[in-house]
């Protein structure tokens, strides 16, 4: 099993001293009847600033440390160096794929892999204005809770998005969900050859994806003031860099932020 790998992983990676946390324990905000999870970075954030400056591609090559398994043909698992949870998992292209084109079968099968538990999270930011780091391509996995989750379901979010629901998840079925959502929300161009070997660039989007369930949402924008937002903050779990954002995020309002990101 995937997640049994990276524990084991995990823990020699926290053995030897290099996976570093960036967060520290979540504090919850309740708003509008939902709590909210709010953590605060920790000085982890700067080792992992510096090594954006000196590795412009940390998955290619990616460190051997962090390497979990090889997920079908096409993409392995590895560890985040800089998890927010542990074990933090980010299933990546073996070659270069750029992160802001339409995702394919391959990928969702290989995703789809990780989410075998209830409290499994899937997430996707496909372009730095939609809160992604890194333009190679990687989906990202989680277990956590998702504070956002009885109002996803129910369909009332205040923002523009398309949800889709299953009995069981199934990647064929994912895919073709994402590909009606990408274009219903105008995401991909208007005439779009699956075929063809040319990647097809896309507007800026999130997904968040759960056994039961996967959400696709526009983005406008990747922050609001000095507050960035990415696909994880759509599950209602906040990361800010110090009080100063905690408290200036709780006066403004999380679902505020969270709807003025969102593409209308």
């Not at 927010?84 to 070659?95: F, Q, R």
């Not at 959400?215 to 000095?226: A, F």
Request: aromatic share 10%.
């Amino acid at each position: 099993m995937l997640w049994d790998k990276a524990l084991t992983v995990a823990k020699d990676a926290r053995d030897a001293q290099v996976l570093l946390p960036i967060a520290t324990k979540s504090s919850v905000v309740s708003e509008q009847g939902i709590d909210f999870f709010i953590k605060i970075m920790n000085d982890n954030l700067n080792k992992k600033m510096q090594q954006g400056l000196t590795q412009s591609n940390p998955f290619l090559p990616y460190d051997e440390q962090m390497f979990v398994d090889t997920v079908g043909h096409e993409h392995v698992c590895l560890l985040n160096k800089y998890p927010i949870e542990e074990p933090h998992l980010l299933i990546c292209s073996k070659t270069f794929v750029n992160q802001s084109s339409l995702l394919d079968l391959y990928d969702f099968s290989a995703w789809i892999q990780g989410i075998t538990y209830s409290n499994v999270l899937g997430f996707f930011n496909s372009a730095s204005e939609a809160g992604a780091s890194q333009r190679h391509r990687h989906m990202q996995l989680m277990k956590t809770l998702i504070p956002l989750e009885t109002m996803i379901v129910a369909g009332k979010l205040p923002f523009r998005h398309k949800l889709f629901t299953f009995d069981r998840i199934n990647s064929e079925k994912v895919y073709f969900c994402y590909l009606a959502a990408m274009h219903d929300l105008g995401l991909t161009p208007k005439k779009v050859t699956l075929n063809s070997n040319e990647p097809i660039e896309c507007l800026p989007y999130n997904i968040l994806l759960t056994q039961h369930w996967m959400l696709v949402i526009p983005r406008l924008t990747n922050h609001i003031g000095d507050i960035f937002a990415n696909a994880l903050n759509y599950s209602g779990c906040f990361l800010v860099k110090d009080q100063q954002q905690y408290d200036w995020l709780i006066k403004y309002g999380c679902l505020r932020l969270l709807t003025e990101c969102v593409r209308p």
